[in-house]
């Protein structure tokens, strides 16, 4: 009888921005204005990338990629989100909740590994710029991309695998999505294995990324200080400046928040923290890349002229 007690949850419910009852119709607003911009500026993006020819080169398939991997990343987690600023407490099954958790799990760790091998694309184009087409060919491009998606889709598979074994006595979910640590706090038994689970696959996806972006980011400042010219110093970082950006936006919010100790933010910083990294670091992708690359610019420029000649 104990047991079917532990284990009879079926379905969850989000108590999402409940503290802020007053404010919801305006964060509905603002979260769905973010959105749109998120989603017109990542199609934009990829839809650039496909049509320009300019930009078919290694740095602009990872970039057209990490741009598809954010779209569905957001798709997977703000519909239901801005659905319950509207009308508060729509339960979420049990296999919508893990669905959900492994999509956005798999797709987070995907786009960690997508910027690691951009960093290795922009170390290759400025260390070894000579042998660039033939290291970083079409094979090679498709293969660190599968790489990426693969990482993502086993340490998936391993974290949900550790939530959902789980028995659960609670369906309040203290957040706006099925995120790893609010629905683990939901299990009527002790977590602690689960807890290492999870913070040795975050360590893995978030300071192996960052270490060998960091190594990359070494040697490409070192190559880059023995060019003569002020000019050309300039020219060269320029190419790497968007893409650090978004570096550091990405892992440093990823740092934050999985790698933090749990008891150490209110709850209120908690879902700030996640509609940083649910909203605005999906946004700052083509905001960037859009401000930023001259390239991406240029290419803008030639398709509205197109369109309106």
Do not use: W
Not at 204 to 229: E, H, Q, R
């Amino acid at each position: 009888m104990h047991r079917k007690n532990l284990t009879e949850v079926t379905e969850f419910v989000f108590l999402g921005f409940s503290r802020f009852r007053e404010h919801q119709i305006t964060l509905f607003v603002v979260f769905l204005i973010l959105y749109t911009l998120t989603l017109a500026g990542n199609i934009i993006i990829v839809t650039i990338i496909r049509i320009d020819h300019h930009l078919h080169t290694p740095m602009y398939f990872f970039l057209s990629t990490l741009a598809s991997s954010e779209t569905v990343y957001t798709l997977v987690i703000i519909p239901r989100m801005l659905s319950s600023l509207i009308a508060q407490k729509q339960p979420i099954s049990l296999a919508g909740c893990t669905t959900q958790m492994f999509f956005f799990v798999t797709l987070a760790i995907n786009n960690c590994f997508l910027l690691t091998a951009m960093g290795y694309d922009r170390y290759v184009a400025i260390c070894n710029p000579l042998r660039y087409t033939v290291i970083m060919s079409n094979r090679v491009c498709v293969q660190l991309m599968c790489g990426a998606f693969g990482i993502g889709l086993a340490m998936a598979a391993v974290q949900v695998a550790s939530i959902f074994t789980l028995p659960f006595c609670n369906r309040v979910v203290g957040h706006f999505f099925c995120d790893i640590l609010p629905v683990m706090k939901l299990s009527c038994i002790d977590t602690t294995i689960n807890e290492i689970i999870n913070f040795v696959v975050s360590l893995f996806v978030i300071l192996v990324p960052m270490g060998l972006v960091f190594i990359s980011y070494v040697l490409i400042i070192s190559t880059i200080l023995k060019i003569a010219s002020a000019e050309g110093r300039k020219k060269t970082f320029a190419t790497c400046a968007s893409h650090l950006t978004v570096v550091i936006i990405h892992y440093g919010c990823a740092s934050i928040a999985y790698l933090k100790p749990k008891s150490e933010n209110s709850v209120e910083q908690d879902l700030l923290l996640s509609v940083t990294y649910t909203i605005i670091t999906p946004l700052l992708n083509p905001v960037v890349y859009s401000l930023r690359n001259k390239e991406v610019k240029d290419a803008l420029r030639r398709a509205v002229g197109r369109n309106t000649s």
